[in-house]
T-cell receptor, first 115, second 114 residues
Framework: RKEVEQDPGPFNVPEGATVAFNCTYS??????FFWYRQDCRKEPKLLMSVYSSGNEDGRFTAQLNRASQYISLLIRDSKLSDSATYLC????????????????FGKGTHLIIQP | EAQVTQNPRYLITVTGKKLTVTCSQNMNHEYMSWYRQDPGLGLRQIYY???????DKGDVPEGYKVSRKEKRNFPLILESPSPNQTSLYFC?????????????FGQGTRLTVV
């Protein structure tokens, strides 16, 4: 079974607020995790990788909790331009039945930043 | 510029008329994939290719074919399109299946089958 689950939202958040959302994964063999961002009618693009120790990139912080099998994305001081769909992605080893690149995508969380 | 190029971007066709969506990448990536994206269903993998002449089914391969004769190209073929194949299609490539692999996506092909 290879599933990555996210709350689809939409989350309506005022500009400047901090917003966080989680993603759970069911396959404990998942090796790596990513957050992708997808703007309306555009292609997904890598936002950041998620490491075991967590990582931060400007206003964005990603955390991984292997024990509970979830990853999180925190956005501080949200901007109007952060409005998008955020896709949680897990990388499965090829022997777990993932695709060649083993990427399993969640269905996405829709975020709307309001002025 | 590193990129994945899909063509066409938009296509309206009739049921049963064979079509091909092309995908080309200029990053010398080994791995290429095709996804379809539908409302409420997210991205679902159709086919993938680990290298030239190596292809395999993803989660939703029915009604599709692919080929990988050259490393840079990975066309998606619909031999007899049906209305349930109306969707947004993305081609993606990545270097390897190892840790930190990043998938680069094409701009998408919006297909309507009437």
């Amino acid at each position: 079974r290879k599933e990555v689950e996210q709350d689809p939202g939409p989350f309506n958040v005022p500009e400047g607020a901090t917003v966080a959302f989680n993603c759970t994964y069911s396959n404990s063999a998942s090796q790596s995790f990513f957050w992708y961002r997808q703007d309306c009618r555009k292609e997904p693009k890598l936002l950041m990788s998620v490491y075991s120790s967590g990582n931060e990139d400007g206003r964005f912080t990603a955390q991984l909790n292997r024990a509970s099998q979830y990853i999180s994305l925190l956005i501080r001081d949200s901007k109007l331009s952060d409005s998008a769909t955020y896709l949680c992605v897990a990388l499965l080893p090829w022997y777990s039945g993932g695709g060649a690149d083993g990427l399993t995508f969640g269905k996405g969380t829709h975020l709307i930043i309001q002025p | 510029e590193a990129q994945v190029t899909q063509n066409p971007r938009y296509l309206i066709t009739v049921t049963g008329k064979k079509l091909t969506v092309t995908c080309s990448q200029n990053m010398n990536h080994e791995y290429m994939s095709w996804y379809r994206q539908d409302p409420g269903l997210g991205l679902r993998q159709i086919y993938y290719s680990m290298n030239v002449e190596v292809t395999d089914k993803g989660d939703v391969p029915e009604g599709y074919k692919v080929s990988r004769k050259e490393k840079r190209n990975f066309p998606l073929i619909l031999e007899s399109p049906s209305p349930n194949q109306t969707s947004l299609y993305f081609c993606a490539s990545s270097l390897t299946g190892k840790v930190d692999t990043e998938a680069f996506f094409g701009q998408g092909t919006r297909l309507t089958v009437v």
